[in-house]
């Protein structure tokens, strides 16, 4: 009897870790969604939203980053991929700031202006996937 209710706690634990995993995975879609728009297709908000949570999440990876130079434990190769996230976080900060004004403002950003942004974050992403 009491082998057996150490067994059912146990899958009863796996249950409860399942649920929590799921409630989990659902809090993430539905905070990050699963952005069906094409981007020429979005609002300049859609768009402004898009970069800050793109600047947000690199600027969260480059912290980690360094965190872990300081510790000594990046290799070359990501102490480079460092530097180029750092690089490109500096340039794309006041051009992300002063699009999202520009749309808070009620204006719409020009193409050049989303293009400049575009630019940086192909940039790191091709850079990255090397």
């Known amino acids: 009897m009491g082998e057996r209710c ?38 300049p908000k859609e768009k402004s939203t898009y970069f800050m949570r793109w600047y947000s999440l690199q600027y969260d990876d480059a912290v980690q980053m360094g965190e872990l130079a300081k510790a000594g434990s990046l290799t070359e190769a990501q102490k480079s991929v460092y530097r180029l996230k750092k690089e490109v976080l500096t340039k794309a900060k006041p051009l992300i700031a002063g699009y999202d004004l520009l749309v ?12 400049e942004i ?13």
């Open 118 to 130: 575009l630019a940086l974050i192909n940039h790191l992403a091709t850079a990255v996937g090397k």
């Open 104 to 115: 808070v403002s009620g204006i719409t950003p020009g193409a050049d202006q989303e293009k």
């Open 6 to 43: 150490i067994k059912d706690a146990g899958g009863r634990r796996v249950i409860a870790v399942g649920v929590i995993l799921l409630f989990g995975m659902i809090a993430g879609c539905a905070l990050f969604g699963t952005n069906t728009k094409d981007f020429v297709d979005m609002t």
